[in-house]
């Protein structure tokens, strides 16, 4: 039954979504407790949001999740979400929707298991998302050292070229819809820890992560794809990555038209921006 206006305004609601499989794992009053259940294997907690891992068992089933949650958000997204719920105004249900977006332009991202917004009274808001863990996958900015470790370097170098290649497609099948990651570091790009001691093809392998602030822009796009792609620039700052590998990169994305004046442009853009991050980044430390 669909709650009324004066229930989300005054006595508050609660709107949840769950995988089939989810209930098999949690107590029947488990979204009662979820925002409170105590979470300590890699936790970590800022600003009114944590995330931590979580392991479920039930017999011999078991189901390993990251588990984000949302405490304090503004109150004008409480009101806006008491007024128009179906909008989606919290962060974890923006992710999950981001998600299954993803999903359906055949993007490797991770399952959501379940997601839910507490909203009310008088414009509180809070929101929780469950995502299946990435077993046994590393982010790239440790993945990439550790293959330079275990591979030859001829092999390495076509472990890099292929991985360059696949990475250059996720990105430009993102841009290429306008829509923008936000937050295109190495780190949020996932590959299985057995490859970085083979050589495959990668193509449905490497996974991206975090995509709550992914967007759509229609006519400010060429902003968001400078900062997406400075961000990627940024991060390769890491052991086993050249120059080389960057320029090969920037070759795959751009396609026919890297020596386009509107390439050229774009890349200016890019590393102008690349260096405002290593200047504040420096400014940091």
Same mark, same amino acid.
């Not at 300590?40 to 189901?63: N, P």
């Given at each position: /039954? ?6 989300? &305004? ?24 979820? /925002? ?6 890699? =936790? ?21 999740? !990251? &588990? ?59 929101? =929780? ?7 046994? /996958? ?5 993945? $990439? ?10 092999? !390495? ?9 696949? /990475? ?54 060429? $902003? ?7 961000? &990627? ?15 090969? =990169? ?26 405002? !991050? ?8």
């Amino acid at each position: /039954m669909k709650e009324s206006l004066w229930q989300r &305004l005054v006595q508050g609601v609660r709107r949840v979504w769950q995988r089939a499989d989810w209930p098999r794992f949690v107590e029947a009053n488990w979204a009662e407790q979820i /925002m409170t259940n105590v979470l300590t294997d890699r =936790f970590h907690a800022k600003q009114g949001r944590s995330t931590g891992r979580w392991v479920l068992e039930r017999g011999e089933q078991r189901l390993t999740i !990251y &588990l984000k949650r949302h405490y304090q958000l503004p109150r004008w997204r409480g009101l806006l979400a008491a007024l128009w719920p179906e909008a989606g105004w919290s962060p974890a249900m923006r992710e999950r929707r981001h998600l299954e977006w993803a999903r359906a332009q055949g993007l490797p991202v991770p399952d959501v298991v379940a997601a839910g917004e507490y909203i009310g009274p008088w414009g509180r808001l809070q929101s =929780f998302l469950a995502v299946e863990e990435l077993t046994d /996958m590393l982010p790239l900015h440790e993945a $990439i050292p550790l293959a330079a470790s275990r591979l030859d370097p001829d092999a !390495y170098r076509r472990w890099k070229h292929t991985l360059v290649l696949e /990475m250059a497609r996720l990105a430009r099948g993102l841009h290429d819809r306008r829509v923008f990651h936000k937050d295109l570091y190495l780190c949020h790009f996932y590959i299985p820890r057995r490859l970085t001691e083979e050589t495959q093809p990668w193509r449905g392998k490497v996974h991206l992560i975090d995509l709550h602030r992914l967007g759509k822009h229609r006519w400010t796009w060429r $902003i968001w794809q400078v900062k997406d792609l400075a961000q &990627l620039l940024f991060s390769s700052a890491v052991e086993g990555i050249n120059n080389q590998d960057r320029l090969r =990169f920037w070759h795959a994305y751009r396609g026919t038209d890297r020596g386009s004046w509107a390439a050229r442009l774009l890349k200016c853009c890019i590393m102008f921006k690349w260096r405002r !991050y290593q200047r504040h980044n420096k400014k940091i430390r």
